[in-house]
């Protein structure tokens, strides 16, 4: 296997010791770019750290984002051909942040390569090939990770204490949803997240897949699982072939349009092993909430609440409070985990792509020291096994158990 990592000589003034991790990424548009500039950040954001890492290639279709990558982000060089990527001796982590159905043949390559691989979510774009990668990447023996970047906002991971401490007495029902504007207007171009061809399943792929793992975190596993989904906007205009589309690009009134062929809504009702019930919601057309990656956890002595829309606010209820009993804010800080590596003091707040910073330090850290990382691969497939009983209720109508899809 290659994918040992070098240390480097010690700056001369720390006097420490860090290892180079040799970095490739394949996809340069909004993921990519934002990972290429978390390992650029990390350095001045983790004093403490035990690794430098070091932008060695990056593979995009897109010519004028090789040049982008190489000339204001630093890369040593670029190419359209992502097998460069996994094949150049200097790379110890792919980070592969393509369009989803090319994730499982970049992450087989990278992991016969022996690097190690960070996938962006959902890791390929059926529950079919997110157990493939997974099965791939074990038997390499690499350490993987997946884009589940919300795990690492500061107040999500108090909630996660909060919940686990028994603070909120026993969990009863929990509530997530991923409402996004992205697709809500008719006007949004066909770019390849509404295409099952390119992106595989929609919204249970694309939102949903958050959602339920953030859920996976804080309750643990899903048990049974009944839902619903459709598609709302079923035509859309095609991307100007000139540039490559955007997440957010829009057409004009009159231009050809192509066919959506996945998923714009899902909903699901579950059952978790702990006994508390949940409901899950995830929509790209729905107007009015913008980017509300939210969950509410409810239980027998408080709740709390949390919304992406204003990352650094916690809402809490605890009944202890007796008279005085309301959610309160908790505002973000420099007292939550990660938080004061940006920012010091209390409700000066973090961002996005500090989520972002967090997950590829984490990860970085896992590779430096050579242990397996979470969310890896493993936590990809927990989640496609939910997604796959999801898809099964929708054809039967019915309740449908979990089934742990992993393979042997
Ligand atoms: N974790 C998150 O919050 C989050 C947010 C957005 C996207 N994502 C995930 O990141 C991945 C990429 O999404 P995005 O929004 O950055 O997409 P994007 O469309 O902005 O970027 C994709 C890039 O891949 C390039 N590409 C296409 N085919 C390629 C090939 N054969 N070789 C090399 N490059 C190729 C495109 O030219 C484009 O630059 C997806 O898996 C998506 O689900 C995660």
């Given at each position: 296997?290659?994918?040992?990592?070098?240390?480097?000589?010690?700056?001369?003034?720390?006097?420490?010791?860090?290892?180079?991790?040799?970095?490739?990424?394949?996809?340069?548009?909004?993921?990519?770019?934002?990972?290429?500039?978390?390992?650029?950040?990390?350095?001045?954001?983790?004093?403490?750290?035990?690794?430098?890492?070091?932008?060695?290639?990056?593979?995009?279709?897109?010519?004028?984002?090789?040049?982008?990558?190489?000339?204001?982000?630093?890369?040593?060089?670029?190419?359209?051909?992502?097998?460069?990527?996994?094949?150049?001796?200097?790379?110890?982590?792919?980070?592969?942040?393509?369009?989803?159905?090319?994730h499982?043949?970049?992450?087989?390559?990278?992991?016969?390569?022996?690097?190690?691989?960070?996938c962006?979510?959902p890791v390929g774009?059926?529950?079919?090939?997110t157990?493939?990668a997974?099965?791939?990447?074990?038997?390499?023996?690499?350490?993987?990770?997946v884009?589940?970047?919300?795990?690492?906002?500061?107040?999500?991971?108090?909630?996660?204490?909060?919940?686990?401490?028994?603070?909120?007495?026993?969990?009863?029902?929990?509530?997530?949803?991923?409402?996004?504007?992205?697709?809500?207007?008719?006007?949004?171009?066909?770019?390849?997240?509404?295409?099952?061809?390119?992106?595989?399943?929609?919204?249970?792929?694309?939102?949903?897949?958050?959602?339920?793992?953030?859920?996976?975190?804080?309750?643990?596993?899903?048990?049974?699982?009944?839902?619903?989904?459709?598609?709302?906007?079923?035509?859309?205009?095609?991307?100007?072939?000139?540039?490559?589309?955007?997440?957010?690009?829009?057409?004009?009134?009159?231009?050809?349009?192509?066919?959506?062929?996945?998923?714009?809504?899902?909903?699901?009702?579950?059952?978790?092993?702990?006994?508390?019930?949940?409901?899950?919601?995830?929509?790209?057309?729905?107007?009015?909430?913008?980017?509300?990656?939210?969950?509410?956890?409810?239980?027998?002595?408080?709740?709390?609440?949390?919304?992406?829309?204003?990352?650094?606010?916690?809402?809490?209820?605890?009944?202890?409070?007796?008279?005085?009993?309301?959610?309160?804010?908790?505002?973000?800080?420099?007292?939550?985990?990660?938080?004061?590596?940006?920012?010091?003091?209390?409700?000066?707040?973090?961002?996005?792509?500090?989520?972002?910073?967090?997950?590829?330090?984490?990860?970085?850290?896992?590779?430096?020291?050579?242990?397996?990382?979470?969310?890896?691969f493993?936590?990809a497939?927990?989640?496609?096994?939910?997604?796959?009983?999801?898809?099964?209720?929708?054809?039967?109508?019915?309740?449908?158990?979990?089934?742990?899809?992993?393979?042997?």
């Amino acid at each position: 296997m290659s994918a040992a990592v070098q240390p480097t000589a010690a700056p001369a003034t720390t006097g420490r010791a860090r290892r180079r991790i040799g970095v490739g990424v394949i996809g340069f548009g909004w993921l990519g770019q934002a990972h290429s500039r978390s390992m650029l950040r990390i350095p001045t954001l983790f004093g403490e750290r035990g690794f430098d890492p070091e932008l060695v290639i990056c593979a995009d279709t897109a010519p004028e984002r090789i040049d982008d990558a190489v000339h204001s982000f630093g890369f040593a060089r670029g190419t359209a051909e992502w097998r460069q990527v996994v094949e150049d001796p200097g790379v110890d982590l792919v980070v592969i942040a393509a369009p989803n159905m090319l994730h499982v043949e970049l992450v087989e390559a990278a992991a016969a390569a022996g690097k190690h691989v960070f996938c962006e979510k959902p890791v390929g774009g059926t529950p079919e090939q997110t157990v493939r990668a997974e099965k791939a990447a074990r038997r390499a023996g690499i350490i993987t990770g997946v884009g589940y970047n919300y795990r690492w906002a500061p107040l999500v991971r108090h909630a996660a204490e909060l919940v686990s401490s028994g603070a909120l007495g026993e969990i009863t029902n929990y509530r997530g949803r991923f409402f996004s504007m992205y697709g809500s207007d008719p006007l949004g171009v066909l770019s390849w997240r509404f295409l099952v061809d390119q992106a595989g399943h929609g919204v249970t792929t694309d939102l949903m897949s958050h959602s339920v793992d953030l859920a996976h975190l804080l309750l643990g596993p899903i048990t049974r699982v009944v839902g619903t989904t459709e598609t709302f906007i079923r035509e859309r205009p095609l991307p100007n072939p000139s540039r490559p589309p955007t997440h957010y690009g829009r057409g004009r009134p009159g231009d050809p349009t192509g066919t959506v062929t996945n998923e714009d809504y899902a909903g699901m009702l579950c059952e978790f092993a702990c006994g508390a019930r949940g409901t899950f919601e995830s929509s790209r057309s729905i107007v009015g909430p913008e980017s509300q990656m939210a969950f509410d956890v409810y239980g027998t002595r408080g709740a709390l609440g949390w919304n992406l829309e204003k990352l650094n606010e916690l809402q809490v209820y605890l009944a202890e409070d007796g008279l005085d009993t309301g959610y309160r804010t908790v505002f973000g800080g420099d007292r939550f985990p990660y938080h004061g590596h940006f920012v010091p003091g209390s409700a000066n707040g973090i961002g996005f792509e500090d989520l972002v910073v967090i997950e590829d330090y984490e990860f970085c850290r896992s590779v430096a020291e050579g242990r397996r990382h979470r969310p890896g691969f493993a936590e990809a497939v927990e989640w496609v096994s939910v997604q796959a009983a999801l898809l099964e209720s929708v054809k039967t109508g019915r309740w449908e158990h979990v089934v742990s899809l992993r393979e042997d």
